[in-house]
């Protein structure tokens, strides 16, 4: 019986040590209760959930079930630079954090939410990245080239990818969730590089496949210009863009695509071609203007004398422009009836001139034209494109009463030339005279000669000089020697 009586409160002091709890041996022998091995397991660097139980200006307390509350300094609680406690957390919420310190100077917990939220971070974007799949985050900073993303570290999204487009205003974005693709990761330099463009390109992939298939070749659509380069023009058809190459803006030569167009202007544009396997539209705006060369095909013909202007003059010739978007070539033996070594000897770049049509080539839109064979006198044809005319020489419209059409000089102006004097008009036409006879042994022309000594007789006798002692020329003896 006393064996028994001894061996029960035995039994029942083992019983709670291998169910109810641990206990560990008192100074007196007698089994107590170990409370700290009811506390979890704690490691610096571990990261530890719990709940916040205060907010102060400089420190926010959080009971992860340790003998002690941690602490998070203000500096741990976000990789922002300067933070509102209140901002990042609330009493009764409940977060992770990174254990820095079990135990410091003041025997105090201390914690960080950054760096947990690092931590988590850095998984959750190595497996994105890994993926292909997008992460979210929320722009924190507009710095120079781009945006700062809180993804629990500090991802950086580049000016040229945060939209499809180029952004002409980055202090939009702040305050906005973004969602990205990781597009470089480096963990030993803390370098994350992001594009937002990358996503919207793949939402974009179905719509973009679908105005593939609606569109074809000769459909004349609406769209937007999104963006000017030296070679054209990007057009966006609600969700693709496509290309009006600088030679299909215009029937006229465009110098750069900014002279006639400018981005957000809506423009009706035609669809040339269509490679469905690269995704790619070429676009025609000129296509949908009035085509010149039709004009020249209904109004003129081969020996209209037409006018124009000189827009190039080459070795070879000379460019002449008779309508808007419609040039021919003058060749440089159709420049003037002498020979020419240089065409700049003839025309300049600008000069109004007319010309004669030599060929039309509608099939191959070429003009052969011609500067020597217009006719003296001879009116061009008004206008295909009913424009004014190019010439730039002014009508003075000046009176006869200014300028006499007549040789005569009579009645006052008689006078007054008298009075320059009458020596000197005589000798002058005395000279004139005597000379004419050399000169016609010289061109052996009978009828030349004649005339050119009775022009000076005309001078002289207009002057009232009679002109004594001096041979005057008979047409039928002008073959007989002086």
């Not at 060929?359 to 003296?376: A, F, H, M, P, T």
């Amino acid at each position: 019986m006393a064996n028994d009586t001894i061996e029960s409160p035995m039994s029942s002091i083992e019983t709670p040590v291998l169910e109810d709890g641990v206990w560990i041996t008192g100074p007196d022998g007698e089994l107590i209760p170990d409370y700290d091995a009811t506390f979890p397991t704690i490691n610096e660097g571990e990261v530890v959930h719990g709940t916040v139980v205060r907010v102060d200006k400089d420190e926010v307390l959080v009971d992860i079930g340790y003998k002690s509350e941690g602490v998070i300094p203000v500096s741990e609680l976000s990789i922002r630079r300067s933070v509102n406690p209140l901002d990042e957390v609330s009493v009764g919420e409940e977060i992770d954090a990174l254990v820095m310190t079990k135990e410091d100077a003041e025997g105090r917990l201390i914690l960080s939410k950054k760096r947990a939220r690092f931590e988590l971070a850095w998984k959750a974007i190595e497996t994105a990245a890994e993926s292909g799949e997008a992460v979210t985050g929320k722009v924190i900073e507009v710095v120079k080239g781009g945006l700062i993303l809180d993804l629990g570290v500090r991802g950086f999204l580049p000016a040229s990818l945060v939209d499809i487009r180029r952004v002409q205003d980055l202090d939009e974005f702040l305050g906005k969730e973004l969602r990205c693709k990781v597009i470089e990761l480096n963990r030993s330099r803390n370098n994350v590089v992001l594009s937002r463009r990358a996503v919207l390109e793949d939402e974009r992939k179905e719509m973009r496949q679908a105005i593939l298939d609606r569109l074809n070749p000769g459909d004349v659509v609406d769209g937007q210009i999104s963006n000017i380069v030296d070679f054209g023009a990007f057009v966006d058809l609600d969700g693709m863009d496509g290309l009006i190459h600088i030679s299909e803006l215009s029937w006229s030569h465009v110098n750069h695509p900014s002279e006639i167009l400018e981005i957000g202007q809506t423009v009706k544009v035609k669809v040339l071609d269509i490679d469905r396997e690269r995704q790619r539209i070429s676009l025609g705006l000129k296509q949908t203007q009035s085509d010149p060369w039709q004009q020249v095909l209904e109004h003129y013909s081969e020996n209209d004398v037409v006018e124009g202007r000189v827009t190039k003059v080459v070795t070879f010739g000379a460019f002449v422009e008779i309508l808007p978007g419609v040039e021919g070539l003058v060749h440089i033996s159709e420049l003037a009836q002498h020979h020419v070594e240089n065409p700049r000897e003839v025309v300049s770049q600008g000069d109004p001139v007319n010309v004669l049509i030599l060929e039309i080539d509608g099939d191959r839109r070429r003009l052969s034209l011609s500067l020597k064979r217009v006719e003296e006198g001879a009116e061009p044809l008004p206008r295909a494109d009913g424009g004014e005319s190019v010439h730039l020489t002014p009508n003075l419209r000046l009176s006869e009463e200014a300028f006499p059409t007549s040789g005569a000089v009579t009645g006052d102006d008689a006078v007054a030339l008298a009075g320059a004097g009458e020596a000197e008009i005589a000798e002058g036409a005395v000279a004139v005279v005597s000379d004419a006879p050399a000169a016609a042994d010289e061109a052996g022309a009978a009828e030349g000669d004649a005339a050119a000594i009775e022009a000076p007789a005309t001078t002289a006798a207009a002057a009232d000089e009679p002109v004594a002692d001096e041979p005057v020329a008979d047409p039928d003896t002008a073959d007989e020697p002086a």
